[in-house]
């Protein structure tokens, strides 16, 4: 599966963007997609995953903040994040794996098997 993220940038705190990912697989079809974030000298951070069946699981860092979606006519995840704030910025990732029951802990990067190349995010405030 081929993953490539889109919509990064600079954005000022308090401001929105939202990501894309376009996936060459139909992604609503028994995967579980993710977004994962990771900032310079930091870890790999789950942030949000959507189900097959459309569950959603947040980080608490996002929750209220962030919406995970797809469009499965056009293979695409989105992120939308708004109230950004500067602890935000990093390169974001999304990922894929093949998972008709789900996933055990889908925000954990081991459970996960296809990834994108990144977006940036830098908010500034």
């Known amino acids: 599966a081929e993953l490539v993220e889109s919509g990064g940038g600079s954005v000022q705190a308090g401001g929105s963007l939202k990501l894309s990912c376009l996936s060459s697989i139909a992604t609503a079809s028994e995967y579980c997609m993710a977004w994962f974030r990771q900032a310079p000298g930091k870890e790999r951070e789950g942030i949000a995953a959507?189900?097959?069946?459309?569950?959603?699981t947040y980080a608490d860092s996002v929750r209220g903040r962030f919406t995970i979606s797809q469009d499965s006519a056009k293979n695409t995840l989105y992120l939308q994040m708004s109230s950004l704030e500067r602890e935000d910025s990093a390169r974001y990732y999304c990922?894929?794996?093949?998972?008709?029951?789900?996933?055990?802990?889908?925000?954990?990067?081991?459970?996960?098997?296809?990834w994108g190349q990144g977006t940036q995010v830098t908010v500034s405030s």
């Open positions: 990922a894929a794996e093949p998972a008709p029951n789900g996933l055990q802990t889908p925000l954990d990067q081991n459970e996960y098997k296809y």
């Open positions: 959507i189900e097959s069946d459309g569950t959603t």
